[in-house]
Every structure is written in structure tokens, then in C-alpha cells.
Nanobody, 124 residues
Framework: QVQLVESGGGLVQAGGSLRLSCVAS????????MIWFRQAPGKEREFVAA????????SYADSVKDRFFISRDNAKNMVALQMNSLKPEDTAVYYC?????????????????WGQGTQVTVSS
């Protein structure tokens, strides 16, 4: 049984930082690209960042470039998202997913496994 479990969300003031983590089990972790998506109330789920299976390549949405950084530790089956200089518009539920591509145009339905999400709220 595949499980992706996110943690690290919370409430933070604008300009602050948070670090999200996602731990995977039940899959060959280093065979999958790992992707972070987010979904704000009333909006579609959108791509945030992705990292290739062995961590050599990353990609980011323009809205988070140079503020968010994705990394993975295959020995721990873990992917992290360091979020800096947070803005109120970053408020959303953040999901990690396991898939096959890191292209920023990847659609949510193209990813095979999903976590349950973690809430990030940024106050102004």
C-alpha cells in the first residue's frame, strides 16, 4: 500500500518561512519524480515544484521561483519543500505527489500517488 504523508504546514506571517516534508512508503521512491502541488479555496490545483527521481533536476512555477526550494533524500524516502518569503497568496493546501515528469505543465491527474495535504496559511 502506497502512502505519502505530508507534514510541516501551519500559520505564518508574510515574509516568514516554512518547510514541508513528505515521506513515502510502499513504492520504489527513487523511481518517481516527486511533485508539490497546491490548491487554494475556489481554485484549481496547481503545480508548485518538482524534483527528478535521483534529484539532479528541479523545476518551479514562476510564482515561487527563487523563494521555494525542493529537495529529496532517497535514503529516507523523503521530499521537502523549503518555502521562504511567504506571501498571503501562497495560502493553500499543499500536496505531494509521485509521478513520471517534472515539467511544470504536468496535470494533477497525470500523477499516480498523492498525499492527503497539509494546510499552509500566510497572514498579512
Amino acid at each position: 500500500q502506497v502512502q505519502l504523508v505530508e507534514s510541516g504546514g501551519g500559520l505564518v506571517q508574510a515574509g516568514g518561512s516554512l518547510r514541508l516534508s513528505c515521506v513515502a512508503s510502499g513504492l520504489t521512491f527513487n523511481s518517481f519524480a516527486m511533485i508539490w502541488f497546491r490548491q487554494a479555496p475556489g481554485k484549481e490545483r496547481e503545480f508548485v515544484a518538482a524534483v527528478s527521481p535521483i534529484g539532479r533536476r528541479t523545476s518551479y512555477a514562476d510564482s515561487v521561483k527563487d523563494r521555494f526550494f525542493i529537495s529529496r533524500d532517497n535514503a529516507k524516502n523523503m521530499v521537502a519543500l523549503q518555502m521562504n518569503s511567504l506571501k498571503p497568496e501562497d495560502t493553500a493546501v499543499y500536496y505531494c505527489a509521485a509521478g513520471s515528469t517534472i515539467t511544470p505543465t504536468v496535470r494533477p491527474e497525470e500523477n499516480r500517488y498523492w498525499g492527503q495535504g497539509t494546510q499552509v496559511t500566510v497572514s498579512s
